[in-house]
């Protein structure tokens, strides 16, 4: 069964400091893609950033960046120099194809407090 | 730009109401899906359907059905709400495949009393 961990519930920093949020998956797929999205208060749930299983390079986008290690199974997204912006509830997901359908799963979701 | 528009922010109903949920999607996309969240669970799939008038159930059905007559709309219907159904409901839709991206509605925040 699939399954996406984010064993972090809350997470508050100060503005500025780095902080890491962490996701284990679980899959017995070759092929699958992993996503983390935000939600800001507004609820709108908004795509970050999309890896395959194929491929392990880590990625940065501006203060953003991801950690994908195949042989722990697991999805980290670091934020550097925090700011109070950053504040959401971030979700990290799996997908795959199920009975012809794509189906994403969902870890319980972090919520990220940046305080000024 | 990418839009997916869900009917209502707010809901408030009364336990046995037949309740409606709309969602609209200008992408021509060919999946759209329901999620449940509540705190703690993150999102849940409901319901989600490939094409029009297909629907396919995800892993919390109960309780709940689909309608997908058009395209672009997705309907949530709660038959008879309960309290137990007092949640937050995400609309999604996106191209076929595992690898394409989802893209969500900001929410309906449903309240059963």
Known sequence: AQKVTQAQTEISVVEKEDVTLDCVYETRDTTYYLFWYKQPPSGELVFLIRRNSFDEQNEISGRYSWNFQKSTSSFNFTITASQVVDS????????????????????????????? | DVKVTQSSRYLVKRTGE???LECVQDMDHENMFWYRQDPGL????????????????????????????KKERFSLILESASTNQTSMYLCASSLFGAKNIQYFGAGTRLSVL
């Open chain 2, 18 to 20: 037949k309740v409606f």
């Open chain 2, 42 to 69: 993150g999102l849940r799939l409901i319901y989600f359907s490939y094409d029009v008038k297909m629907k396919e159930k995800g892993d919390i059905p109960e309780g709940y059905s689909v309608s997908r007559e």
């Open chain 1, 88 to 116: 959401a509830v971030y979700f990290c997901a799996l997908s795959s194809i199920i009975q012809g359908a794509q189906k994403l799963v969902f870890g319980q979701g972090t919520r990220l407090t940046i305080n000024p």
